[in-house]
């Protein structure tokens, strides 16, 4: 199988909402409760996309998009561990890759290539929430674990 990457484009927001759709759902995420979160994420990722603050990565076979991941450009407070005074963060999101091509190492294509996009950029830190299954990848890539917590309101 030939498999050739591509960056997204503002045509491809309703395939990156569907990846990410289905990678919560894969997690087990309540259906109702995803249908809409998405009516609300289609047009932040317009605006994300348009302002060139998302930037996407898509894996395809036989010009089939297959896998995809994303990463969101922001900005966060110092943190005295980054040693850096930079504040812009990449934060890997959307990784989703349809269970017939897992397995190829097509996630980890795509990551490391958003990963060279945010160095050539200069950004200093990249980051991302892991589900059980792919934090195996991650770690392997050098992402490492850190004290994150989460309270919903």
């Not at 998009?65 to 994303?70: E, L």
């Not at 922001?74 to 934060?91: E, K, M, Q, V, Y």
């Not at 017939?100 to 190492?105: F, S």
Request: charged share 20%.
């Amino acid at each position: 199988m030939t498999y050739t990457t591509r960056l997204t484009t503002y045509a491809d927001h309703i395939i990156i909402a569907d990846h990410r759709y289905l990678m919560f759902a894969e997690m087990g995420m309540d259906a109702d409760m995803l249908a809409q979160a998405r009516e609300v994420y289609v047009p932040w990722l317009q605006t994300f996309i348009q302002a060139g603050d998302y930037i996407g990565v898509f894996s395809e076979y036989d010009n089939t998009v297959i896998a995809g991941a994303g990463m969101w450009l922001t900005t966060g407070a110092p943190l005295p561990a980054l040693h850096s005074p930079d504040l812009r963060r990449a934060n890997i999101v959307n990784v989703y890759t349809h269970p017939h091509h897992r397995r190829k190492g097509l996630a980890k294509q795509i990551v490391n290539q958003l990963i060279d996009i945010a160095r050539e950029k200069g950004i200093p830190v990249v980051q991302l929430h892991a589900s059980d299954a792919g934090r195996p990848l991650y770690e392997s890539m050098g992402f490492t674990n850190t004290n994150e917590l989460r309270l919903l309101l």
